[in-house]
Each structure stands twice: as C-alpha cells, then as structure tokens.
T-cell receptor, first 109, second 112 residues
Framework: GQNIDQPTEMTATEGAIVQINCTYQTSGFNGLFWYQQHAGEAPTFLSYNVLDGLEEKGRFSSFLSRSKGYSYLLLKELQMKDSASYLC??????????WGAGTKLIIKP | IAGITQAPTSQILAAGRRMTLRCTQD?????MYWYRQDLGLGLRLIHY???????GKGEVPDGYSVSRANTDDFPLTLASAVPSQTSVYFC???????????FGPGTRLTVL
C-alpha cells in the first residue's frame, strides 16, 4: 500500500528553527510537495522537490532523499503566524497526489 | 474571480437529500480535483478530471459523482447524502508543469 508518515504535532519557540519530517512509501515517485494549512483554511503551496537535495525559499527550505524515501521541511526564524498544519504529499506513478495526515505546528512565544 | 471559488461555504443537510457542491476556476487549468478532509486523515481524493469532458475516480468515489462540461466548472454531487459524508470538501486545480495544485476555500458539509 501507499503510505506517508509525518509527526502528528510539534511545538517550537518563536524565533527558533524547526524541522518537520516526512517519510513515504508509494507506488512510484514523481515529486514531493509541502503545503501549509492554517486552521479553517485551504492548503497553500510551499515547495516542490523532484530531485535530491535542498530547495531554499526564504525562511523555508525543503530537502529530499529519494533513495531513503524521506523529506523534511525546515522553518527558520519562526513567527507566530507559522502556527499551522504542514502537509506532505507525494505524486505517485499515476501522477496522483498521496497526502500525509499533516503535522500541526504550535509556536510558543 | 481570481483563483478557485467554491459554494456554498457551509451547509447542513438532512440525510437522503441530494446536494451539489460548486467549484469554479479562472486559471484555465486543465486538471481539477475534489478532496475530502477529515480530522486525523490526509486529504483523500474523491474524483478528478484531467481535462474538460473526462473524469476519473479517486480513492473514495462511492456516493459521489462529478461532471466536467467545460474547463472552468467541476461540480460534485451527492445523490443521497449520508452522515459519513460529513466533512470539509476542497476543490483544487493544477497547471500542466509541476502539477502544483491550488485549492479553493472549501465547503464544510454536515449531514444529519
């Protein structure tokens, strides 16, 4: 079967750095996405990785290792507005997205 | 319109009633999707459409139907609603390059 694993919840302090991990087992791999979802709102696109390595975009970076079936999202200089759920999704061999259940990130002052 | 709109924002529905959730996008994306999101579960694909005139079944299609008469609209119909269809429903569309999906604001549906 297909499976995406993420921690259910994480807590971090304002101004700090947090790493959210995602491991996947899917039928094929055609890219990995990270989305942010604030409570009561729609998911919004953060990053897309298709090749191994680190993609940096401002305070957010995403890393991919295809051989390990592993990705992480790194958030730096945390702000209160970063409190949200972070969703990992893999595009499988049918080019459909398989979604993890999301990691709820709580930022404390 | 800029992006994707969904209607209604929320709805309370009696079991057994028919309901259509509307979705419209103005980005000229070929592909569109319907997901449901339930607490503790990831987004689950209900139906999708790769281009106008075609549709396909996702992971949880039972009890739902869709149509894609044109590029912009992708309505989702519940023929006879049941309480297990209580959920938040998101419509999304994607471009043809990275297949990044862009989401509508969602419809919160409660079936009693």
């Amino acid at each position: 079967g297909q499976n995406i694993d993420q921690p259910t919840e994480m807590t971090a302090t304002e101004g700090a750095i947090v790493q959210i991990n995602c491991t996947y087992q899917t039928s094929g791999f055609n890219g990995l996405f990270w989305y942010q979802q604030h409570a009561g709102e729609a998911p919004t696109f953060l990053s897309y990785n298709v090749l191994d390595g680190l993609e940096e975009k401002g305070r957010f970076s995403s890393f991919l290792s295809r051989s390990k079936g592993y990705s992480y999202l790194l958030l730096k200089e945390l702000q209160m507005k970063d409190s949200a759920s972070y969703l990992c999704a893999v595009k499988d061999s049918n080019y459909q997205l398989i979604w993890g259940a999301g990691t709820k990130l709580i930022i404390k002052p | 319109i800029a992006g994707i709109t969904q209607a209604p924002t929320s709805q309370i529905l009696a079991a057994g009633r028919r309901m259509t959730l509307r979705c419209t996008q103005d980005m000229r994306h070929n592909a569109m999707y319907w997901y449901r999101q339930d607490l503790g579960l990831g987004l689950r694909l209900i139906h999708y459409s790769n281009t106008a005139g075609t549709t396909g079944k996702g992971e949880v299609p039972d009890g739902y139907s869709v149509s894609r008469a044109n590029t912009d609209d992708f309505p989702l119909t519940l023929a006879s609603a049941v309480p297990s269809q209580t959920s938040v429903y998101f419509c999304a569309s994607s471009d043809g390059e990275s297949d990044t999906q862009y989401f509508g604001p969602g419809t919160r549906l409660t079936v009693l």
